[in-house]
């Protein structure tokens, strides 16, 4: 009983979804891997911007897992445990398709990630003998599935508040400005100085949530985690 209740636990916290857990942007000429620090292995020289869908560790290394957009059409099956229901509530979402029907003996991670709007159809529902309480669902898919990939923490920042796309836009445009690299680097890190115009807030942080007037003239725009204070257009103090 003890054994099958710690495969379902392992089988529950591997199926969770692929939660938004930021993006890294890649600033160095790094290789990008397969599996976790090795197996196969392709150069990358392009500043770019991946989603995050794992963090780990490789001894004292930090390495992140990576989305990769990929070119290439691909189809299969396999099987998948949301409903109908959950699957359309997920829209752009990934969602895991396990290849094989999974059984105790079963690596949870032999699955491929695959954009909701790429499912072709879903079939009628199975039950595995080693997971009863769950129910899966069988689905084709075809489309340009993302790739799974490794890249250590030194090629780049992380920000586990922004997506890609985000980064990709504020690089871009950073890029095409008059900007030190110091402050480039600051920008991309999220960190907000004195001194910084709100359109460099708004490259660091985004759009705030919302602005407040403050006695003295002074403008506040509100964030998640953070206040920044504006004098005169320049930013005079964060909170």
């Known amino acids: 009983m003890k054994q099958w209740l710690l495969i379902f636990c392992i089988f529950a916290a591997s199926n969770t979804a692929f939660a938004n857990m930021g993006a890294f942007l890649v600033l160095k000429s790094t290789y990008l891997y397969t599996e976790k620090g090795a197996g196969s292995k392709q150069l990358t020289r392009k500043k770019e911007a991946y989603p995050v869908v794992g963090i780990s560790r490789l001894g004292d290394k930090l390495l992140y897992q990576v989305l990769e957009e990929s070119?290439?059409?691909?189809?299969?099956?396999?099987f998948v445990v949301e409903t109908d229901q959950e699957l359309q509530a997920k829209k752009e979402d990934l969602v895991k398709v396990y290849l094989q029907l999974p059984q105790k003996n079963t690596d949870l991670k032999d699955f491929q990630l695959v954009p909701t709007h790429l499912l072709l159809a879903t079939g009628a529902q199975e039950q595995s003998q080693a997971f009863p309480e769950l129910e899966f669902r069988a689905v084709s898919y075809q489309g340009a599935v993302p790739k799974l990939s490794w890249v250590y923490s030194w090629a780049g920042i992380y920000r586990p508040d922004k997506s890609a796309s985000f980064l990709n836009l504020v690089w871009s445009r950073l890029e095409q400005g008059e900007y030190t690299r110091s402050k480039v680097k600051r920008i991309m890190m999220g960190l907000v100085e004195i001194?910084?115009?709100k359109s460099d807030v708004k490259l660091a942080l985004g759009a705030p949530l919302k602005e407040e007037a403050l006695p003295g003239g002074e403008l506040q725009w509100v964030y998640p985690q953070k206040k920044v204070v504006f004098n005169k257009g320049k930013v005079t103090r964060t909170l």
């Not at 070119?71 to 396999?78: W, Y």
């Open 71 to 78: 070119k290439k059409i691909s189809t299969g099956t396999g």
């Open 195 to 197: 001194g910084y115009s």
